[in-house]
Each structure stands twice: as structure tokens, then as C-alpha cells.
């Protein structure tokens, strides 16, 4: 069993655990609030039994005094019942939120995306489920047997009656479950997946739009959404079938009680009163089986949803380190490095080890596919190593605490998207914004003039979805946002992809600035001129170095037959 199993197990057992103490406590209180729900049923015998015979006003003011105090402990109970669901709801969920995210994260890095979408909202619909009367439903079932003592303390009659009724309720119950179940289940998986799939490919909506996509993807769509429909209705129309058979018999079993306590009262073996108040008992008593089955069903959607967060937490739960490490101020060590991506045969990283002291550009060049964004992913810690591992002063980066490793490190991605929020809370990285190091690190960008002239200036809202940024006017912010807080190590992968020879040479002096800082600078780039500033160039060519050393003995190194190969290093001789 790997760490990162065992810790997302230890999380699943604390949910788990704090969801059956809740039952266990409101399963308690469901006995008195059953117990409480006598309360009308008895006042009513009573008053037939006692106050109409004896016609005394002082009985039934007692009786009523006795059943109003009855009810207003039913409702108190009943509340703090509820508190207890919404309570247990809060714990689960706030405890399961940071994992349950960080997990998704990790499998949106890991290509899961979708998964990790329908995971948070299957967080949410734990929740709703949790506070929903629906899991109070076996509570209140499981206290039945004190409404069938009752009964047979008034009629072993009207006992019989009830648990041959309550019977036939369940097998209705089961066969209705038998009917609906794997239909409803796969309803349901259709339903999500086309939700996913569109939301995923809505992403795309420029693509889609310029290259009239929509007619193929609505087509495509459609057929899957009649496929989740027809399933869905199938579904549905059975229970509501087997629903409507079960309303109809409970109803036609409280006449029966009514008959049979009619004619137990002709018989002089029952009191009037005893017949009123069986009636009611066994109209409580068969009420929940009436929704029997709605609830099995909402009872099997928690379940799957709880089953789908526990299975991306056991997959993707990453093990780190909980303590902040101080920052590094020691080498990067790549030991021995593979990566093998998940689902796949062939490494992308195969077997590298390399070594760069602090002060240093490094530029990693190499033709398209060759891993150097991979490399870089596992630099920062976004990827996972299949073997082997990376250091900084002997700290391993994946296993470093996200917290204090995201203050030294400065990522740029090679696809860049800034989070929804104001340039000025993307710089400082959706935290509480230091204003002097957000304008610094614009200023190193080469930005802060540009933000200047934005009719909102730093306040100016961005964002996936905004279009009030240009490609490199992005970019340049998520350098901005990169080089924010003067970070030890900075990684940038194709930081000039979109820059003018204006942005190129910004972004070229913020990294001579933080490398005579003492900083680490790692930088991936298809156009050749950045490399001029780098210190130590590394080719990788299929996943393995092929040339690693000083930028002039690399660049030397390289044959002019060799150069087409690696056009960027060849550009950077
Ligand atoms: N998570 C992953 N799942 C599957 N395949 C992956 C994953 N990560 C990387 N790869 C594969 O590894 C190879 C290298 O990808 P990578 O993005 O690192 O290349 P690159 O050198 O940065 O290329 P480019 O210069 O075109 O950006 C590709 O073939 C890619 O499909």
C-alpha cells in the first residue's frame, strides 16, 4: 500500500466515521421523536376514551396541557435533529473540501479533468443529501417497532394488520428498487458524462465558433442526451409506477385498519377511541414506506457520489509534506529522473540527471515532443515522478509543502490563463496583495506601463472567458505573476511565444536580474534569441540529454548536421 493510498484512506475513514457518530446520535433522537409522535394519537383515545365519557373539562384540560408540552419537546427534538444532519454535513464537508480539491487538481494535471469537475459537485450533492429528509428516512423506520407495540397493546389485530401491511410495503419497496436501480445508474452516468463533455469542449467555444463546429457537436451531443433521457425516463416511469401502486395500497390499508378496528369496536373487543387512535398510529407507521422508494434512490445517488470522491481521493490524493520548508538557496539536483504518464507504456522522461547551481539561466531546448514541458511540470512539482526525483538544497520538490514551496517558486506555463480575478490579485497570486511587489513584479515584467494605460489600471477584472487582454499582454501578466515576490527558482516554459522583440527584451532582463539575484532560472523556449542570456544550455531529445554543459561549449558542440534537428538550440548558436 503506497503513502499516498494510506493518507487518502485515513481521510475517507474520518469521513466515514464522523458520518456514522452523526447517524448514531440522530438515530437516538429518532427514538424519542417517535416515542413523541404518540403523542396525538393518545390524546386523541384518551379524549374519546375518558373525557366524552366522563365529560370532564379538568381531564381534558390536563390531557391537552400533557399532549401540547408532548409536541412542543417533538418539535425541539425534531430541530436538533436537524442541526445534527447540517452539522455532520459541515464537518464531512469541510473536512473533505482542501483534499477533495487538491486531489481534483491533481487529476485535472493528470489529464482527469472532467472526473475532477463531477467530483466537486458530487461534494456539493453530499451536502444537499446530508440535510435532506431522505437520510432521516431509516432513522424514522428503524424506531417502527414501537408504533407495532402499541398496536398490539390496543389489538394483537390491528398488530397483524400493520406488519402484514408494513410487509407488502417493503416487497413493493424492493421490487420497485429490483425495476429502477441499474437503469437509474446508468441514467445517471450518461447524464454526467454528457454534462462533462460539453462543459469540456465549451472551453473551446473561439474554435468552435470561428470553424462552425456547433451543428457536429450539438449532433453529437444530442444523441448522447436522448440516450441519458430515454434511459432516464424508463427509469422514472417505472418507479412512478410501482409509486403510484404503493400509494394506493397504503391508503386502501388505513381503510382497512379503519374497518377492522369498526368492527372490533361492534365486537366489543375494542373501545372507539383505541380505533381512532390505531388508525393514526398505523397512518405514521406505513408513511415512510410511501416514499421507500424515492429515498433507496437517494440513498444509491449519495452513495455513488461518496464512492466517486473516494475513488479520485485514493487515486489521486497527493502525498506532501505538511510543514513549510524554508526556502532554497542550494542546487537544483535532478537524480535519475523517468516519468511514465499515466495510461501509458513509454516514458516521456527516461532516466536524466543533471545538476544547476544557483545563479544560473539554464535554457532547455529540443525539438517538439522531447519532454521539455514535462521536465518542467515535474520541476515545479505539478507531475508526479515515476521513479527517481528532483531537489532543491536536498528538498524534494514534489513532496515539498505547496504552501511555502509556491513563495520561492515562479511558474510560467507554457498555456497560459490567468484565474478569474483582477491583474492585480493574479499577480499576487490570489492572495492579499502586497502593492509594492505587485507593481516590482509588473516592472520586471515590462508590464506595469501597459496595466497603466487599462481604463481600470491593476483593478481591471481577467480571467478565462474576459477579452480584455491580448495573447501577450496575458503572457506578460503571468510572467508578472511568475516573477512575483522575487522567487529562488523561476521555471518558464515558451515565456516568449507571444512577445514583441519589446516584451522578449523585458522579459530577458528580468531573468539576468533575478539570475544575479542568486535565483535558479529555467527556461524553455522555441525562438532562439532568449538563449543568448542563458548560462548552461540542456538538449533533450526524446526524453533523454543529449547535451548539457556551458551555453558556448553546447552551442560549440553542435554540428551543422545536427542543427536542423534542434532548431532552437541551433538558433542559439
Ligand atoms: N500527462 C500526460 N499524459 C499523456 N502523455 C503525456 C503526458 N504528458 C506528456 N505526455 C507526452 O509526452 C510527450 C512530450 O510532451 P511535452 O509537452 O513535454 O513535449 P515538449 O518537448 O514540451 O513539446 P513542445 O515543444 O511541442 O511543447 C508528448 O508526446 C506528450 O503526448
Same mark, same amino acid.
Given at each position: 500500500?503506497?503513502?499516498?493510498?494510506?493518507?487518502?484512506?485515513?481521510?475517507?475513514?474520518?469521513?466515514?466515521?464522523?458520518?456514522?457518530?452523526?447517524?448514531?446520535?440522530?438515530?437516538?433522537?429518532?427514538?424519542?421523536?417517535?416515542?413523541?409522535?404518540?403523542?396525538?394519537?393518545?390524546?386523541?383515545?384518551?379524549?374519546?376514551?375518558?373525557?366524552?365519557?366522563?365529560?370532564?373539562?379538568?381531564?381534558?384540560?390536563?390531557?391537552?396541557?400533557?399532549?401540547?408540552?408532548?409536541?412542543?419537546?417533538?418539535?425541539? *427534538?425534531? #430541530?436538533?435533529? +436537524?442541526?445534527?444532519?447540517?452539522? /455532520?454535513?459541515?464537518? !464531512?464537508? %469541510? @473536512?473533505?473540501?482542501?483534499?477533495?480539491?487538491?486531489?481534483?487538481?491533481?487529476?485535472?494535471?493528470?489529464?482527469?479533468?472532467?472526473?475532477?469537475?463531477?467530483?466537486?459537485?458530487?461534494?456539493?450533492?453530499?451536502?444537499?443529501?446530508?440535510?435532506?429528509?431522505?437520510?432521516?428516512?431509516?432513522?424514522?423506520?428503524?424506531?417502527?417497532?414501537?408504533?407495532?407495540?402499541?398496536?398490539?397493546?390496543?389489538?394483537?389485530?390491528?398488530?397483524?394488520?400493520?406488519?402484514?401491511?408494513?410487509?407488502?410495503?417493503?416487497?413493493?419497496?424492493?421490487?420497485?428498487?429490483?425495476?429502477?436501480?441499474?437503469?437509474?445508474?446508468?441514467?445517471?452516468?450518461?447524464?454526467?458524462?454528457?454534462?462533462?463533455?460539453?462543459?469540456?469542449? *465549451?472551453? #473551446?467555444?473561439? +474554435?468552435?465558433?470561428?470553424?462552425? /463546429?456547433?451543428?457536429? !457537436?450539438? %449532433? @453529437?451531443?444530442?444523441?448522447?442526451?436522448?440516450?441519458?433521457?430515454?434511459?432516464?425516463?424508463?427509469?422514472?416511469?417505472?418507479?412512478?409506477?410501482?409509486?403510484?401502486?404503493?400509494?394506493?395500497?397504503?391508503?386502501?390499508?388505513?381503510?382497512?385498519?379503519?374497518?377492522?378496528?369498526?368492527?372490533?369496536?361492534?365486537?366489543?373487543?375494542?373501545?372507539?377511541?383505541?380505533?381512532?387512535?390505531?388508525?393514526?398510529?398505523?397512518?405514521?407507521?406505513?408513511?415512510?414506506?410511501?416514499?421507500?422508494?424515492?429515498?433507496?434512490?437517494?440513498?444509491?445517488?449519495?452513495?455513488?457520489?461518496?464512492?466517486?470522491?473516494?475513488?479520485?481521493?485514493?487515486?489521486?490524493?497527493?502525498?506532501?509534506?505538511?510543514?513549510?520548508?524554508?526556502?532554497?538557496?542550494?542546487?537544483?539536483?535532478?537524480?535519475?529522473?523517468?516519468?511514465?504518464?499515466?495510461? %501509458?507504456?513509454?516514458?516521456?522522461?527516461?532516466?536524466?540527471?543533471?545538476?544547476?547551481?544557483?545563479?544560473?539561466?539554464?535554457?532547455?531546448?529540443?525539438?517538439?515532443?522531447?519532454?521539455?514541458?514535462?521536465?518542467?511540470?515535474?520541476?515545479?512539482?505539478?507531475?508526479?515522478?515515476?521513479?527517481?526525483?528532483?531537489?532543491?538544497?536536498?528538498?524534494?520538490?514534489?513532496?515539498?509543502?505547496?504552501?511555502?514551496?509556491?513563495?520561492?517558486?515562479?511558474?510560467?506555463?507554457?498555456?497560459?490563463?490567468?484565474?478569474?480575478?483582477?491583474?492585480?490579485?493574479?499577480?499576487?497570486?490570489?492572495?492579499?496583495?502586497?502593492?509594492?511587489?505587485?507593481?516590482?513584479?509588473?516592472?520586471?515584467?515590462?508590464?506595469?506601463?501597459?496595466?497603466?494605460?487599462?481604463?481600470?489600471?491593476?483593478?481591471?477584472?481577467?480571467?478565462?472567458?474576459?477579452?480584455?487582454?491580448?495573447?501577450?499582454?496575458?503572457?506578460?501578466?503571468?510572467?508578472?505573476?511568475?516573477?512575483?515576490?522575487?522567487?529562488?527558482?523561476?521555471?518558464?516554459?515558451?515565456?516568449?511565444?507571444?512577445?514583441?522583440?519589446?516584451?522578449?527584451?523585458?522579459?530577458?532582463?528580468?531573468?539576468?536580474?533575478?539570475?544575479?539575484?542568486?535565483?535558479?532560472?529555467?527556461?524553455?523556449?522555441?525562438?532562439?534569441?532568449?538563449?543568448?542570456?542563458?548560462?548552461?544550455?540542456?538538449?533533450?531529445?526524446?526524453?533523454?540529454?543529449?547535451?548539457?554543459?556551458?551555453?558556448?561549449?553546447?552551442?560549440?558542440?553542435?554540428?551543422?548536421?545536427?542543427?536542423?534537428?534542434?532548431?532552437?538550440?541551433?538558433?542559439?548558436?
Amino acid at each position: 500500500m503506497t503513502s499516498r493510498q494510506s493518507d487518502a484512506r485515513t481521510l475517507i475513514k474520518a469521513g466515514r466515521r464522523t458520518f456514522v457518530a452523526g447517524l448514531a446520535y440522530a438515530a437516538a433522537l429518532s427514538g424519542f421523536i417517535t416515542l413523541l409522535q404518540l403523542t396525538v394519537p393518545i390524546f386523541m383515545l384518551q379524549v374519546h376514551d375518558r373525557v366524552i365519557n366522563s365529560r370532564s373539562y379538568d381531564t381534558l384540560a390536563m390531557l391537552a396541557l400533557l399532549a401540547g408540552f408532548g409536541l412542543i419537546l417533538y418539535g425541539i *427534538l425534531e #430541530y436538533i435533529r +436537524a442541526l445534527t444532519f447540517q452539522a /455532520m454535513a459541515g464537518t !464531512l464537508v %469541510r @473536512r473533505l473540501n482542501l483534499p477533495t480539491l487538491e486531489a481534483a487538481l491533481t487529476a485535472s494535471v493528470e489529464g482527469g479533468a472532467v472526473k475532477a469537475t463531477q467530483v466537486l459537485r458530487d461534494l456539493s450533492d453530499l451536502r444537499g443529501f446530508l440535510t435532506s429528509s431522505a437520510v432521516m428516512a431509516p432513522l424514522e423506520g428503524m424506531w417502527c417497532p414501537i408504533f407495532l407495540a402499541v398496536l398490539f397493546a390496543l389489538h394483537p389485530y390491528y398488530g397483524l394488520l400493520a406488519v402484514v401491511s408494513a410487509g407488502i410495503l417493503v416487497a413493493l419497496g424492493l421490487l420497485s428498487d429490483m425495476f429502477t436501480r441499474r437503469l437509474t445508474k446508468e441514467a445517471n452516468q450518461a447524464h454526467i458524462e454528457n454534462i462533462s463533455r460539453i462543459s469540456a469542449n *465549451l472551453r #473551446y467555444s473561439e +474554435a468552435i465558433e470561428a470553424m462552425g /463546429m456547433l451543428p457536429n !457537436l450539438a %449532433r @453529437r451531443w444530442r444523441t448522447s442526451q436522448v440516450h441519458a433521457a430515454d434511459l432516464s425516463n424508463m427509469a422514472n416511469g417505472r418507479g412512478r409506477g410501482m409509486h403510484a401502486v404503493t400509494r394506493v395500497l397504503r391508503l386502501t390499508m388505513q381503510i382497512g385498519a379503519l374497518s377492522l378496528g369498526a368492527s372490533l369496536v361492534i365486537e366489543g373487543d375494542a373501545s372507539p377511541g383505541s380505533m381512532i387512535g390505531a388508525t393514526i398510529i398505523m397512518s405514521r407507521l406505513l408513511a415512510p414506506f410511501d416514499s421507500l422508494t424515492d429515498n433507496w434512490r437517494s440513498w444509491i445517488a449519495a452513495s455513488s457520489a461518496w464512492q466517486r470522491v473516494r475513488e479520485l481521493l485514493e487515486t489521486y490524493h497527493a502525498h506532501r509534506d505538511t510543514f513549510p520548508t524554508p526556502p532554497s538557496e542550494g542546487p537544483l539536483e535532478v537524480d535519475n529522473l523517468i516519468f511514465i504518464a499515466q495510461g %501509458r507504456d513509454l516514458a516521456v522522461i527516461k532516466n536524466i540527471s543533471f545538476r544547476v547551481e544557483p545563479g544560473t539561466i539554464l535554457g532547455v531546448v529540443g525539438p517538439s515532443a522531447a519532454g521539455k514541458s514535462t521536465l518542467a511540470r515535474l520541476m515545479v512539482g505539478a507531475a508526479k515522478p515515476t521513479s527517481g526525483g528532483i531537489y532543491l538544497d536536498g528538498h524534494n520538490v514534489y513532496l515539498w509543502e505547496r504552501g511555502s514551496f509556491g513563495e520561492m517558486v515562479g511558474y510560467l506555463p507554457q498555456s497560459v490563463s490567468l484565474l478569474d480575478g483582477t491583474i492585480r490579485e493574479n499577480i499576487a497570486r490570489m492572495g492579499e496583495p502586497d502593492p509594492r511587489a505587485v507593481i516590482e513584479a509588473a516592472r520586471m515584467a515590462g508590464v506595469h506601463e501597459m496595466i497603466g494605460r487599462l481604463p481600470l489600471g491593476y483593478d481591471t477584472p481577467v480571467g478565462d472567458g474576459r477579452f480584455t487582454l491580448s495573447g501577450g499582454q496575458k503572457q506578460r501578466i503571468a510572467l508578472a505573476r511568475a516573477l512575483y515576490g522575487r522567487p529562488r527558482f523561476l521555471v518558464l516554459d515558451e515565456p516568449n511565444a507571444n512577445l514583441d522583440a519589446e516584451g522578449e527584451a523585458a522579459l530577458m532582463r528580468a531573468m539576468r536580474a533575478m539570475r544575479d539575484d542568486g535565483a535558479i532560472v529555467v527556461v524553455i523556449a522555441h525562438r532562439p534569441a532568449i538563449m543568448e542570456c542563458a548560462d548552461k544550455l540542456l538538449v533533450l531529445q526524446d526524453g533523454r540529454i543529449s547535451q548539457f554543459g556551458d551555453r558556448t561549449s553546447v552551442v560549440a558542440t553542435l554540428t551543422p548536421s545536427r542543427k536542423p534537428k534542434l532548431s532552437t538550440a541551433g538558433g542559439a548558436a
